[in-house]
């Protein structure tokens, strides 16, 4: 048998429950001190009180966790000196588990657990046992606590509380650097044995990392682990219980370490040199390519800022770094010229901008490289000798002077003829032109500086080989003041002159404007162009002059307005003038000089009245007036309401049928009687249509005679309707279609047919023949119409 069988065994006897261990009988222990004390108590008659000693001597049971037997676990026994094994004793268990948890023979004493019982989730129970006369049921010792301990067995395996750990550490770093800890737990009794005594071990990870077994820290294990090399690593750690030995429990975690990145790596190009073309047309700004240099490292650590250090094209080019991609970007820092410079050559740097102390010795970190840039032909457009032009000219010129001339040049090696022309936009008036061929710009058009003081030029140059190819210069042409507009008066002067004015009085201070701007400033003389014997004027000498009378009284019945011409001149040279003309009127003021009326016709009112008052006068006799009148229209106008509207209204109206009637069978035609036999009638019958004001006495109208033509009859009707005072304003007249006498048998119809019968003859009828046959014997037969009706 092997020593770890032996120990085996040992461990599994030292778990089995033993009466030995678990048993313990009480007993009375000997009385040491007096078992009664003197003393008497009030209500006890004078008796004296005798304490019992309690009978129980109490120790701890203790009780294996997780029994596996199939019978209760045994736990301990409850005894009494009183018993005297007569079976007079009862047994009481109360407290922790009292009755589920244990139970207690009542009899003999004996303690049992009832089920298995773990010690993580409790580790002692506290109960109360008393013995008690089975028959009285009075206790024959006192209650009495005692405590079951559960004694631990290792049944709980370390935990971590992660499982899975994420840790970092940067590479590079030297053995031993700490990377994490990690702490297991084990519920076990860590006072009772070794079941709660933990040691570490690595599983996965070496021989890079190690753990220390007592604490659980991790730490590096190799020197120098390169992240470029290998960035992430993963450590299984073991946690084990019983100080790691054999036969403990055991749990396991995972831990992901990560390399964090430091500046360890230099940039470097991946080029020794490096070619760029650009155009020589390209402006300033323009990127003519990139440059980048690799770094193995990440973040910060592979940031690189670029610079040129050295070469001949240092001032006609500039490099930026671009922070997002880490490139150089090389630009155009002036412009470029094929026929001065083909090719430049540049030395450029990249250097890391966060270096770690730690590593210079790996250094440099820093590398260099060699950009050739080729500047490519390309068909120029012309150069203007300037970038602006500037001319000044005065505005009396002549036509066709020559103001000044642009020079212009092909920069290409062919050298190109050059072609100007202006643009037309900028001098839509088309006052300059230029000489295409030598570029002189002179004037088409008269300068006014009063109207224009600058043009605003723009010049082209074109090569005639190549039109399409040009260039604009800006030319500004100033022009210069001569002094060619004579001074005005400022303003329209309203002049007046009282007349209670006195001699030397001012009336009026007139002042003076010029259009010409000389350089040393306006400067303007007033005069009278002749001696005026009313008025004069006095110059200020500050361009402003006075109006002043030269005698007393003025009267607006003689004369009510003064014309004063005043001539206004300048300094400059030539000397310009112009004369004005005050209109000084004459009025009437009152004593503080305040004018009152003007006008000669005033002395005619009467002095009371204003001109206010009888302007008011005046508008109310147009107002009353106007009243007047439209009442009138509106009488004479207004419209009389109809009494009856009613079909069988009697007007000497003719209703039009939209038929020819039944031809010559139609013996049921209109009676043209009524129109013709006014008596049919009756006399009087009034009209109904219109509200009667005033009732006249119906006019009786002659009958018309027979055969009469129906357009004269109805044209007498009309005519005695618009006679009759009775009729209302609104009639109408209805036309009625007549074809007139051209047919050669004239009218067919029958309205000529009168009611009665007459002596007309009707036998022509019958010559015309056989289709008026019907009509000759209607009307020239022995019957009238009555008789056929």
Not at 422 to 428: A, I, K
Not at 450 to 479: C, F, G
Not at 585 to 591: E, I, Q, T, Y
Request: hydrophobic letters at 35%; glycine letters at 6%; proline letters at 6%.
């Amino acid at each position: 048998m092997t020593v770890q069988q032996v120990l085996l065994l040992l461990l599994l006897w030292t778990w089995l429950p033993h009466p030995c261990h678990t048993e313990m009988l009480f007993r009375r222990t000997p009385d040491l001190r007096p078992k009664s004390f003197g003393g008497r108590a009030p209500g006890n008659d004078g008796k004296a009180i005798h304490r019992q000693k309690r009978g129980w001597m109490w120790n701890q049971f203790f009780l294996l966790e997780e029994y596996t037997g199939s019978d209760y676990q045994y736990v301990g026994k409850l005894h009494s000196d009183q018993d005297k094994g007569d079976g007079s004793l009862k047994y009481i268990l109360s407290g922790d588990g009292a009755g589920t948890l244990f139970i207690i023979d009542e009899k003999t004493g004996d303690i049992h657990a009832t089920r298995r019982i773990d010690r993580e989730e409790k580790a002692f129970y506290t109960l109360r046992a008393q013995a008690i006369n089975r028959r009285t049921l009075r206790p024959v010792e006192p209650e009495s606590e005692f405590v079951i301990k559960i004694h631990d067995i290792n049944d709980n395996e370390p935990t971590f509380p992660e499982e899975i750990y994420t840790a970092s550490v940067p590479e590079m770093s030297i053995v031993g650097t700490s990377v994490v800890q990690v702490t297991a737990t084990d519920a076990d009794d860590p006072s009772y044995g070794n079941s709660a005594r933990i040691i570490y071990s690595i599983l996965q990870g070496q021989p890079y990392f190690s753990v220390e077994p007592e604490t659980g820290i991790i730490r590096t294990a190799l020197p120098n682990m390169n992240r470029e090399n290998r960035e992430q690593y993963q450590v299984v750690i073991q946690a084990k219980d019983m100080g790691g030995q054999m036969g403990g429990l055991s749990g396991t975690t995972t831990v992901n370490i990560t390399l964090t990145d430091v500046n360890d790596n230099p940039p470097r190009f991946s080029q020794s040199t490096i070619h760029l073309r650009i155009p020589e047309s390209s402006p300033v700004g323009t990127a003519i390519g990139s440059v980048k240099a690799t770094d193995a490292d990440t973040g910060k650590n592979a940031e690189v800022e670029y610079r040129i250090i050295d070469g001949d094209g240092t001032d006609m080019f500039d490099i930026v770094t671009q922070k997002d991609t880490q490139e150089g970007i090389i630009t155009v820092r002036k412009p470029l010229d094929y026929e001065t410079r083909r090719l430049y050559t540049l030395k450029v740097e990249a250097e890391n901008t966060h270096v770690d102390p730690r590593f210079y010795y790996l250094g440099p970190f820093k590398d260099t490289t060699i950009v050739k840039i080729s500047v490519e032909d390309v068909d120029e457009p012309p150069i203007f000798s300037r970038s602006s032009y500037l001319f000044e000219v005065h505005e009396d010129i002549e036509l066709g002077t020559i103001i000044g001339t642009v020079m212009a040049r092909d920069p290409d090696s062919a050298s190109s003829p050059i072609r100007f022309s202006l643009d037309r936009h900028t001098d839509l008036d088309r006052i300059f032109n230029i000489h295409s061929g030598n570029g002189s710009i002179y004037t088409s058009k008269p300068l006014d500086r009063e109207i224009s003081q600058w043009h605003n030029l723009s010049v082209i140059a074109a090569e005639m080989n190549n039109p399409k190819d040009t260039s604009r210069v800006p030319v500004y042409v100033r022009i210069l003041d001569v002094n060619d507009n004579a001074p005005q008066f400022a303003v329209f002067y309203d002049t007046f002159v009282c007349e209670n004015a006195r001699a030397g009085q001012l009336i009026q201070t007139i002042s003076a404007v010029d259009k010409d701007d000389p350089l040393g400033g306006q400067k303007f003389f007033f005069s009278l162009a002749a001696v005026n014997p009313n008025f004069t004027v006095q110059d200020n000498e500050d361009n402003t002059a006075r109006i002043l009378t030269r005698r007393n009284g003025f009267s607006r019945h003689e004369i009510s307005t003064y014309l004063l011409p005043v001539v206004i001149s300048d300094n400059d040279y030539p000397i310009q003038s112009s004369t004005g003309t005050l209109t000084i009127r004459v009025c009437a003021c009152d004593s503080r000089g305040n004018m009152q009326s003007c006008s000669a016709e005033a002395l005619l009112l009467p002095a009371g009245l204003s001109t206010g008052a009888l302007v008011a006068i005046l508008l109310c006799i147009i107002i009353l007036l106007v009243i007047v009148v439209l009442f009138a229209a509106l009488k004479r106008q207004r419209k009389k309401e109809p009494l009856i509207l009613s079909k069988e209204d009697i007007r000497d109206n003719i209703v039009s049928y939209n038929d020819e009637g039944g031809g010559e069978e139609d013996t049921q035609a209109f009676d043209i009687g009524t129109l013709r036999n006014p008596a049919a009638i009756e006399d009087k019958k009034l009209r109904r249509d219109i509200i009667p004001e005033t009732l006249f006495v119906p006019r009786r109208t002659p009958s018309a005679p027979d055969n009469t033509d129906v357009r004269d009859f109805i044209n007498q009707r009309l005519k005695e309707h618009d006679t009759d005072p009775s009729a209302p304003p609104y009639d109408s007249l209805a036309t009625y279609a007549y074809e007139g006498n051209d047919s050669i048998a004239e009218s067919l119809s029958s309205l000529e047919s009168g009611t009665t019968e007459g002596d007309q003859n009707y036998e022509y009828l019958r010559e015309w023949g056989p289709r008026f046959n019907k009509l000759a014997e209607m009307y020239g037969g022995g019957e009238s119409d009555k008789d056929t009706s």
